[in-house]
């Protein structure tokens, strides 16, 4: 064989040694192929993997974040009613307060002793209303503790789903490499 130039003789060197050498790089090549493979196999498992946790938080956050919401309802019911208690408590201390003084004047009636008769049968009934609002006090001050008590276990309860809410986020986030803060 015969070139026309050095140049043109250079190239055909290069690409007979190509030739020689290319059969031998191909187990490499198919090897090196393989191993790629594998790995894109075990990314694309990994991947999954990752995804179906994400879905999973996401739900476990969506179901949180509706008992944070229920929650939120149930506490404002609380407060609502123990407004409503507390209104009626203090309505009934007031009631009780006007019995005590009214109380005061038949006690003086009685000790001056006029009007005996007409002063004992008021202040019977007058011992009986008192006694009667006093009862009903009492049973609002059990009612205005119990919801106090239920309210800050709604509290607490609610504290609770708060912190796992922004431990799930942050996980999420971390989980899909965004960078959510715990209000979004």
Avoid at 76 to 83: E, G
Avoid at 126 to 150: G, H, I, P, W, Y
Wanted: glycine fraction near 4%; charge should be negative.
């Amino acid at each position: 064989m015969q070139a026309s130039s050095e140049q043109h003789r250079d190239s055909w060197v290069a690409a007979f040694r190509e030739g020689i050498e290319w059969p031998s790089l191909i187990p490499d090549m198919l090897k090196q192929y393989e191993e790629m493979e594998v790995r894109l196999s075990k990314s694309k498992v990994e991947l999954k993997k990752s995804l179906d946790q994400q879905d999973e938080l996401r739900k476990t956050l969506i179901e949180l974040q509706r008992q944070v919401d229920d929650n939120r309802a149930i506490v404002s019911l609380f407060n609502f009613k123990m407004d409503e208690k507390e209104s009626e408590l203090s309505s009934k201390n007031e009631e009780i307060e006007l019995l005590r003084k009214e109380n005061k004047k038949l006690q003086s009636i009685l000790a001056s002793g006029g009007g005996a008769g007409g002063a004992s049968q008021a202040d019977v009934k007058l011992m009986e209303k008192f006694r009667a609002l006093e009862s009903e006090k009492d049973d609002l001050s059990l009612q205005v503790a119990e919801l106090t008590d239920k309210y800050n276990k709604k509290r607490a309860e609610r504290e609770l789903l708060r912190k796992e809410v922004i431990r799930l986020r942050q996980e999420l986030a971390s989980a899909t490499g965004s960078s959510m803060t715990p209000d979004e």
